[in-house]
Every structure is written in structure tokens, then in C-alpha cells.
């Protein structure tokens, strides 16, 4: 399949959009300066994830990704930057390391091998165009996956404790 | 659509937050860059899903798993970040090197 | 399933558990019996409530135990109707696992289970009504205890434990009981354990008692693996076919059984733990002396009965059986009359009375030893509540510190003396007619070919008698007559524990008359129906010869008794009236049975052993060490000076050189900085990849 072939698609032609805006903040995550803006943009990146999945035909996932992260985690992580007193705004105090370059060198080398490897494996094969209800979705977790399920929530619980415990001030001290 | 697009995507994705986990000294940026990766690897699980088209939805499933197992990972992990700034007055990742030597 | 669980919903829906029903009562009487394992389940879970929750409730726990006891009362009361109206004989069994081919065993079927029959009946009542007195009165006895939760904790483990032994269809269900039973008597023996004398007797019960208990076990594996049940109803159905395997092994298992009975019946040799066990707090000696622990010797050999009766069996053991009981009914109620602790006389009148109830199930007197047992239970209860009812006064066990009771503390003087009428067998209380019982029953074995030994026993039986009497009056006029010697106020005590006195004094006078000779429904026949017949050599007909010579021997004690001890009781050192020479001494110092454990068995044990082993150390162990300590010597000097300091020093020197220098490069690799360790790992996974593309 050729690149005009591919690019004649209105679905890719989405697909490309989304995908620039998400590399895009994801760059901003790593690289700004501010740490609020830092969250914020985590936001629009996981927003463009939600929109990929809907396009996938994952619409329970979709909106599974806009409650827990964008209503929850983000706003945990808002919480935790103002509670340790990141340095908000242009500050003067270094969010990165000196030596980035390394650092550069294997995250490139790591998008390499799995690029390759990956694009290597699949050729052009397409997608094809199913929508899972989350009705299904709903059937599947409670019957075929009820014990991983329960195995989850039981994680998600003792993170909650683990948490509670870790970040209440000890009475003794 | 192809899967390798997303599949490329995902990679990126996940390269770039390879990169924030390394050069971040703030923990509260390291673990946004974590949440990077684990987006990414939705994005795989999910695309990997609808190619393979399987009644039993495995990619999905999967997906809310790794969310779900996301946020207990953040709770616990601010939760640390915290616990570790009202000990030392910092949550500079660089600054805890006692594991050493 | 927890077996409480399996049990309920077997019970409430009627599933595939084993139904062994030989006299179906049917009707509601049948609904009783389907739901009969309720009586020893109860008291157990009471147990573990109290220890749970006991010390925030109201009482203390106490209103769970009496609860549960009172329970079990009516619903043996209710079954002891029932049987009465119509005679029941009802097993029920449930699987709780099964262990397929063990070698020379077959298949082992654990089971629990619950037998409805007029023994358990009878066994079931005596515990619970004695039992619901004994609860009644500790609650006002053991007020203010430091331990008084646990003590209704182990209290109920004690009567629960015995309802378990009572109610097992099977001989392994029956162990578990025994064991409880056990283990409940340590923990109450040893009740105030501060006190290191309380300690030792709770122990020396439970050693002397786990000595016996390997006959028990012997038995039961013999019978178990011989009939291929551990069923007693299997046991005994073979026994009534006269299986030929059975018969050859039935001398031995019977014996070992017995040997098991008298551990817990305290027959002689076996019997130095009961009287130390006065060591627990009065309601449990109670208990323990009147309806739970010793009793279930004597109800092990009725429940085996067949075994004992069946020509070609076991019934070689009968004469030792009935041998242990004339010694001991003798032996131990002379003891009785030497001893100053009031609740030591009641203990060895106790070992007496078991000897009697022992003697009379060799004589093959089924009906008359288990009547005896039912009869005693209740007097034997309100004697030993009595007694303690004059220790809360006196503050003391000792007689000598007693006397002039009768005007401080009128309900236990009068209470007292009934149940001392009782025991002495005074026509027309309850000891009158199962005494008699047993006398006519021993004298009709001696005519249907027990030999000289029933005789000898009936004679001796006869004596008891007398001894009986004399060592009660003994007691009632130290403590109650003359003048009071103690120090401090004697008191009446409270209600709650008047009452439960006078409740058993009346059963004391009443409880014989279920089996007066000529009613037409009595105690006879409830007992009789069993699954098994149990061929009882019993004396229906009142032998009017033996009844009045017992009672002439009674009232002949108690003339002696106040003869010797009534007219100036307060002044005399009453002792010196006993001070016969070397009888005195002898019974003073209990047949010297404990010297003889100590130093006749243990000692010698212990020495030899002892001497054996340290020749052992010095002569051949050490011989032996001393000729490789040599050769070793040798050896090792050539070793050292070639082998170790020129060859194997210089690679392990070198060795660690090279460690110490390798880890002083290395470990500038652990700088401690995560992000560095995360970097590493992302690029050792990124070369690994690529390794396994070009290579793989």
C-alpha cells in the first residue's frame, strides 16, 4: 500500500492529526519548564489516546481513559505537585539533568528497536472496523475475566490503604 | 487503517517517556512520564485488539486492567513522593542516592 | 465443609449420611433423635463463644455456659421421655473423609456421628442435670476469680468433651471425646496454677491418665483393624456373630480396653490421680467425681458391654474386671476413713464407689453398675457441692479446722447429710437400691459360675458397706457436730448456691426409686434398648437376705461412726481413735502407691538408665572418639604442613585478591541514582532486542 493510498483514507487522515497533537504535548511533557503546564499537557495527550481508541471501535475504554485519567490521576498529580512544592512557573531551579544527550540516545535507540521490530512483524495489514458495546464488555469482565478482575480491584484497594498509610502523618513522631 | 501506524505511534509515545523517566529530577515528572508509557502501551493493547478481533476482547480487557493498575501506581507513588518530601524537604529523584556503596 | 456445617445441613435435610435404626420411635420422639447432635455441639460452641466474646458480656460468660448445659438438660430429659414411652435405639453417621488402601488397614472411613440408645439417654441426662446444678452453683462459688471466663471455658470443653464420648457411634469419635474430656480436666485441675501443688496435680492427672490411655488405644486398634470398622455397632455385630478373627484378638482388646477404663475411672493402680485432683476449685471436682470424667470408664466397658458377655470373647476379662473393682472398692474406702481433707473423703469415697460400679459390670451386671453410676452421680454431685459450699465458709479444707457447722450453715448440714444418707445406702434414698443391685448381682454371678472370685468380691462389697457408712458419719460429725475449732465467722452461703444443693438432694432421694424392683417400665429397660443385645446377668427380684445384711452393714457403720467420733468430737484429737498400729501408717500413706510410683518405677527406671548411658559415654563412646582423635592427629599434621599452608593458601589468597580488586572497579557502577539504574535497564533491553534479531 502506498503512502497516497494510505493518506486518501479520511479515518488516516484523522489518525495523522491526532497523532502530531499527541507527540506534540508529549514533548511539552518532557521537555517544559512548568510543571503545571507539564500535567496539563498529559491531558491533552491522553485525550488524543481516548480519540484513537474510539476510533478503534474501544469506546468503553475511551471514556474509561477520560474519567480515571483525566478526572482522577491528573488532578492527583496537580495535588501532589502543589503539596511537595514543585517549583511552579519559570523558576530558576533545574527540572532536568545536565547530561540529556545519553539520556536522548536510548530513548531514540529504544523507539528504533520497537519501531522496527514492530513495523517489521505487521506489514500493511489493515484494521477492521468492529465496535465492542460496552454491554459486551461488561458480560466479558464478570464471567471470563471475573478473577482477574477481582485480582485488580483487590490491587486497586490495597493501594488505597498502601497510600493512606504511607502519606498520614505518623502520631508518634 | 493499518496497525502499524499505531503501532509506530506507540513506540514514539513510549520513547518519549522513556526519555522524561531519564532526564526528570522532579518525582512528580517522572512519574507523569510513566503515565506516558503506559498510555502508549494501551494504545498497542487496543490496536493489537482490533486487528486480532477476538470474541473475547483480550486487548481491551487488558487495557482497563493496565488503567486501572495505573492508578493505584500513581496513589502509591505520590503517596511515597510525599512521604519522601516532608522527610528530606525535596522530591528531586537525584538527591536519594543511598542505595549506594 | 466444616463438619458443624455438613452436620447441620445432613441433620436439617436428611441426606446421604448413614442411618443405623434398629427401634425407630418415629413421630417426634424420631425428629428428637435426628436432631440429638445438638447436646455435645452446643457446650463446645459455648466454649468457643466464651472465649471469644465472654468477658463482655453481663456475667461474664457464665449465662453461655449455663445456657448451654441447661440445653442439654431438658433435651436429655426430653429424650429420656421418650425412651420411656416408647424404647429407642437410633445411630446416626456421617463421612467426614476417607483415606482409600492404607496398608494392612483397608479403607479408613473417619466418621462422626451421634448414637441415640438408652445408654447415651441416660449418660446425656446425668451430665446435663448434674451438670446444670454444678453451673448453677459455680457461678456463685467462683465469684470474683481472676480467671472466672475461662474457667466456664474450660468448664464447658469439660462437659462437652464427655457429650462427645457419650454420643460416638464410632470408637475414633470416642477418643476425640476422651482426649477433650482430658485435656479439660488438666486445664480445671490446674485451674489456680499460681500455686506449683495445683500444677503437679493437674499434671500427674493428665500422665497417669495418658499411661491408661494406651490401652485405649491398643483396643481400638486391635478392634479396628480386626473387624475393618472403627464402628462400634460394626464391632459389636461381629462380636454377636462370633466372628473367629474377633474372638482370637477379643481377650487382649478387651483387656487393653479396660486398661483404658480404669485410667479414667481411676481404678486401682491408676487411681493416685483423683484424689490429687481435689486440687481444682470445688465444682469441678463436681463435676469431674459425679457425672463427667470418671464416669466414662465405667461407661466405655457398658458401651463395649457385649464384648465382655459374649461367651468365646473377652469374657476371660471379666474376673480381672471384677477383681479391680472388690480391691479397689475395699482398699480406697479404708483410705477414706483416715483423711482429714473433707474433699479427700469425698474422693476416695468416690475411687470406692467406682470400684463397686466396676465390680458390678464384671459380675456382667450391666443394669447394676450403670444404675449405681446414675444413682451416685447425683449424691455424689451434692456431697462434693456441699463440701464446697463448708469450704467458701470455712475458708479451709482441712476437718480439723470445722465443726459445729450444723447451727452456722443449716441448708449444707442437711443437704449434706441426706446425700451422706445416700451413699451410706440407707433404705429408702437412692444408693439403697442401686447398692443393693449390685450386691444381688454379684451374689447371682457367684452362683452362675463367676467362681470364688465373685464371691470373694461380694463379701467384700459387703464390707464396703459398712466402710461407707463409717467414713460419712466420720465426716458429718467432724464437720457439723461439736464445737467449731476454725478461725473466723462461718457463714451460710448465697442462694445460688443453696438451691442447686437442694435440687440434687431431692433427685438423691428420688433417683432410686426408677428402678424399685416390680415397676413395669423402669430404668431396667430405657437401659436395655441398645442396638445390640446385651445379655445382662441382671437381679430383677429384690434379694431381700442381702438387702438387710447392706443395711445392717450401713447402719452398723454409722453407729460406729458415732460411737467414735460424736461424744466429745470438739476435744479429742479424733485421729488418735484410728491410730491403729501398722493399718494406720499404711493408710495414712495410701498404700504407699505413690512411693512405689516414685521410686518403685521411676526411680529404678530413671538410675539404671541413667548408669547405663553414662558407661556407655565413658567407656565405648569414648574409646571410640579417643582412637579418631589420634589417627585424626596424625592425619592433619601432613595435611596442614603440605596440602593447606603451601597449596590451597596461596589460590585462596589469590582468589580474594582478585574479588577485592574486581568489586573496588565494579561497584563504582551502584551510584545509588535511580534514573541511572532505569537508563541502564532501558539499554541492556534495547540491546538484548537487537541481539535476539541478529542472532535469533
Known amino acids: 500500500m502506498s503512502f497516497t493510498d494510505w493518506i486518501t483514507d479520511a479515518r488516516n487522515v484523522v489518525f495523522l492529526v491526532i497523532a502530531l497533537v499527541m507527540v506534540g504535548a508529549a514533548v511539552v511533557v518532557v521537555a517544559t519548564r512548568n510543571v503545571v503546564h507539564a500535567a496539563l499537557t498529559l491531558v491533552v495527550a491522553l485525550a488524543g489516546s481516548a480519540a484513537l481508541f474510539v476510533m478503534l471501535g474501544a469506546e468503553f475504554v475511551a471514556w474509561t481513559v477520560v474519567l480515571v485519567y483525566i478526572g482522577a490521576v491528573v488532578v492527583l498529580f496537580l495535588f501532589g505537585i502543589m503539596i511537595t512544592r514543585a517549583p511552579i512557573g519559570r523558576d530558576s531551579v533545574r527540572l532536568d539533568h545536565v547530561r540529556r544527550w545519553p539520556a536522548a540516545l536510548i530513548a531514540a535507540s529504544v523507539f528504533g528497536v520497537m519501531a522496527w521490530s514492530t513495523t517489521a512483524a505487521f506489514g500493511g495489514e489493515e484494521i477492521s472496523d468492529g465496535v465492542l458495546k460496552a454491554e459486551n464488555i461488561g458480560d466479558l469482565l464478570f464471567s471470563r475475566y471475573v478473577i482477574p478482575f477481582e485480582a485488580v480491584s483487590f490491587v486497586l484497594l490495597a493501594a488505597l490503604v498502601g497510600g493512606i498509610v504511607l502519606a498520614r502523618k505518623d502520631p508518634d513522631r | ?101 | 465443609m466444616t463438619p458443624l456445617l455438613h452436620l447441620f445441613a445432613l441433620a436439617s435435610e436428611g441426606g446421604e449420611h448413614g442411618l443405623d435404626v434398629v427401634t425407630d420411635p418415629g413421630g417426634f420422639a424420631g425428629l428428637l433423635a435426628s436432631w440429638a447432635w445438638l447436646i455435645p455441639v452446643v457446650p463446645l460452641v459455648a466454649t468457643f463463644a466464651i472465649v471469644l466474646v465472654g468477658k463482655r458480656l453481663p456475667w461474664k460468660g457464665w449465662e453461655l455456659a449455663e445456657g448451654s448445659i441447661a440445653f442439654v438438660a431438658v433435651y436429655a430429659v426430653a429424650l429420656l421421655i421418650a425412651n420411656w414411652q416408647a424404647p429407642m435405639a437410633v445411630e446416626h453417621h456421617v463421612t467426614l473423609s476417607r483415606i482409600d488402601s492404607l496398608p494392612g488397614l483397608g479403607d479408613l472411613v473417619l466418621e462422626w456421628g451421634w448414637v441415640v440408645d438408652g445408654l447415651s439417654i441416660m449418660m446425656f441426662t446425668v451430665v446435663g442435670v448434674v451438670g446444670f446444678f454444678v453451673f448453677t452453683y459455680a457461678k456463685g462459688y467462683m465469684e470474683g476469680d481472676v480467671r472466672f471466663t475461662f474457667f466456664f471455658a474450660s468448664f464447658s470443653l469439660f462437659a462437652g468433651g464427655m457429650l462427645v464420648l457419650v454420643a460416638a457411634p464410632n470408637l475414633i469419635q470416642l477418643i476425640v471425646g476422651w482426649e477433650l474430656v482430658g485435656v479439660a480436666s488438666y486445664l480445671l485441675i490446674g485451674h489456680w496454677w499460681e500455686d506449683h501443688d495445683n500444677n503437679a496435680a493437674a499434671i500427674k492427672a493428665f500422665i497417669t491418665n495418658k499411661v491408661a490411655d494406651v490401652g485405649l488405644f491398643v483396643g481400638v486398634i486391635i478392634l479396628g483393624i480386626t473387624v475393618g470398622s472403627f464402628r462400634i455397632s460394626d464391632v459389636l455385630d461381629a462380636v454377636a456373630h462370633g466372628d473367629s478373627a474377633v474372638a482370637q484378638v477379643a481377650f487382649w482388646a478387651g483387656l487393653a480396653l479396660f486398661i483404658g477404663a480404669m485410667g479414667k475411672s481411676a481404678q486401682m493402680p491408676f487411681h493416685v490421680w483423683l484424689p490429687d485432683a481435689m486440687a481444682g476449685p470445688t465444682p469441678v471436682s463436681s463435676l469431674m467425681h459425679a457425672a463427667t470424667m470418671v464416669t466414662a470408664g465405667v461407661y466405655l466397658v457398658g458401651r463395649m458391654f457385649p464384648l465382655y458377655q459374649t461367651p468365646g470373647m473377652a469374657d476371660d476379662v471379666k474376673i480381672i474386671i471384677v477383681l479391680v473393682g472388690g480391691a479397689t472398692l475395699l482398699l480406697t474406702g479404708l483410705i477414706a476413713l483416715v483423711q482429714d481433707d473433707i474433699k479427700k473423703v469425698l474422693a476416695y469415697s468416690t475411687l470406692s464407689q467406682l470400684g463397686y460400679m466396676t465390680a458390678a459390670m464384671g459380675a456382667g451386671a450391666y443394669t447394676a453398675g450403670l444404675f449405681h453410676l446414675f444413682t451416685h452421680a447425683f449424691f455424689k454431685g451434692l456431697l462434693f457441692l456441699a463440701a464446697g459450699s463448708v469450704i467458701h465458709g470455712v475458708h479451709s479444707n482441712d476437718m480439723s479446722d470445722m465443726g459445729g457447722l450444723r447451727r452456722f450453715m443449716p441448708s449444707t448440714y442437711r443437704t449434706f447429710v441426706i446425700g451422706s444418707l445416700a451413699l451410706a445406702g440407707i433404705f429408702p434414698l437412692a444408693g439403697f437400691w442401686s447398692k443393693d443391685e449390685i450386691l444381688a448381682s454379684l451374689s447371682h454371678d457367684a452362683g452362675a459360675g463367676g467362681g470364688a472370685a465373685a464371691t470373694l468380691v461380694l463379701w467384700l462389697a459387703i464390707l464396703g458397706a459398712f466402710v461407707t457408712a463409717f467414713y460419712m458419719a466420720r465426716a458429718v460429725y467432724l464437720t457439723f457436730f461439736g464445737e467449731y475449732k476454725g478461725e473466723g465467722h462461718p457463714h451460710e452461703s448465697p442462694r445460688v448456691m443453696t438451691w442447686p444443693l437442694w435440687g440434687l438432694a431431692g433427685l438423691a432421694v428420688v433417683a432410686g426409686f426408677v428402678n424399685m424392683p416390680g415397676l413395669t417400665s423402669s430404668f431396667t429397660d430405657w437401659l436395655a434398648s441398645r442396638v445390640h443385645v446385651m445379655g445382662d446377668h441382671h437381679a430383677t427380684a429384690l434379694n431381700w437376705g442381702l438387702a438387710v445384711l447392706g443395711t445392717a452393714m450401713a447402719l452398723g457403720g454409722i453407729a460406729a461412726g458415732t460411737r467414735l467420733f460424736h461424744r466429745d468430737a470438739a476435744t479429742q484429737q479424733e485421729r488418735d481413735r484410728l491410730r491403729i498400729p501398722v493399718l494406720y501408717p499404711l493408710l495414712e500413706q495410701k498404700y504407699y502407691f505413690d512411693h512405689l510410683y516414685m521410686n518403685g518405677v521411676v526411680g529404678p527406671i530413671k538410675g539404671p538408665i541413667a548408669r547405663f548411658v553414662v558407661w556407655t559415654n565413658q567407656v565405648v563412646l569414648d574409646g571410640v572418639v579417643h582412637a579418631f582423635g589420634a589417627a585424626a592427629r596424625l592425619a592433619s599434621r601432613f595435611v596442614y604442613g603440605w596440602a593447606d599452608q603451601r597449596g590451597i593458601d596461596l589460590a585462596i589468597n589469590a582468589a580474594a585478591a582478585g574479588t577485592g580488586e574486581a568489586g573496588s572497579v565494579v561497584r563504582r557502577a551502584q551510584t545509588g541514582k535511580v534514573q541511572q539504574y532505569a537508563g541502564a535497564l532501558f539499554a541492556g533491553a534495547v540491546l538484548l532486542v537487537v541481539g535476539f534479531l541478529i542472532f535469533g
Open chain 2, 1 to 101: 487503517m493499518i496497525v502499524n501506524q499505531f503501532l509506530v505511534l506507540g513506540a514514539l509515545l513510549f520513547s518519549i517517556g522513556v526519555y522524561g523517566v531519564l532526564v526528570r529530577r522532579n518525582a512528580v515528572l517522572v512519574l507523569l512520564s510513566i503515565e506516558l508509557m503506559l498510555a502508549a502501551v494501551n494504545i498497542n493493547l487496543v490496536a493489537f485488539g482490533a486487528f486480532v478481533d477476538d470474541a473475547a476482547a483480550a486487548g481491551q480487557v487488558f487495557a482497563l486492567f493496565v488503567i486501572t493498575v495505573a492508578a493505584a501506581e500513581v496513589g502509591i507513588g505520590l503517596a511515597i513522593v510525599v512521604l519522601i518530601f516532608r522527610n528530606r524537604s525535596s522530591a528531586n529523584v537525584d538527591e536519594l542516592d543511598l542505595m549506594k556503596w
